[in-house]
């Protein structure tokens, strides 16, 4: 009898690991705070402790592999420290040059524009800063690669180091309709390159 595969859609909030066991330190938050996950459930991708947004889980590896191919584009909104100029999305566009297990690499030319209005569900999150302390300006960017902290190294190298950055949609999965938190259940029967 074939294993029946659960999935979910996951809008991981700031302050959690992308995992279900941590060893180092047990102060660390984890997904099974949030939600009472089958046995065997594995994050597909990882969003880093500071990162927020949409997370795809699965019991399914082989589903893991399909979703982490580098034909799934990956969008992300970051919000970055200073107003990020037409000539710094062109280079991002274009592909940037960031460090990657100590040598240089050049990121695939991907989509990346301005956000001028922010949807509902991304929602305030942390606090970043006084507004003081200069202007922050949001740019979306598309990817279908997933290097370590890639958007964050990509903005950095065009001198906007971004200091928010969220998940919106991994292929056809977008985190509208999620508040930070929340679990749904999804199927993959659709999912589209």
């Given at each position: ?16 690991l ?29 969003l880093d ?16 592999e ?15 420290d200073?107003?990020i ?44 800063r ?17 290097k ?23 292929g ?22």
């Amino acid at each position: 009898m074939e294993k029946i595969h659960q999935h979910f859609a996951l809008h991981k909030p700031h302050g959690y690991l992308s995992q279900f066991i941590y060893e180092k330190k047990r102060t660390k938050k984890k997904l099974g705070e949030l939600y009472d996950f089958p046995e065997g459930t594995m994050a597909i991708g990882r969003l880093d402790e500071d990162s927020e947004g949409l997370l795809l889980l699965t019991t399914d590896g082989r589903m893991s592999e399909l979703v982490r191919s580098k034909t799934i584009e990956k969008e992300y909104y970051a919000q970055v420290d200073g107003t990020i100029t037409d000539e710094a999305v062109e280079q991002l566009k274009q592909g940037v040059e960031i460090g990657f297990k100590g040598i240089r690499y050049t990121t695939k030319p991907c989509e990346a524009r301005l956000i001028y209005n922010l949807p509902d569900y991304i929602g305030e999150g942390r606090r970043i800063r006084d507004e003081r302390h200069g202007p922050t300006s949001w740019v979306s960017i598309t990817v279908t690669e997933g290097k370590y902290r890639q958007i964050r190294k990509m903005t950095a190298a065009v001198g906007f180091p971004t200091l928010r950055l969220v998940r919106v949609r991994v292929g056809d999965f977008t985190l509208a309709g999620l508040n930070s938190g929340d679990v749904i259940e999804i199927s993959f029967d659709s999912i589209s390159q």
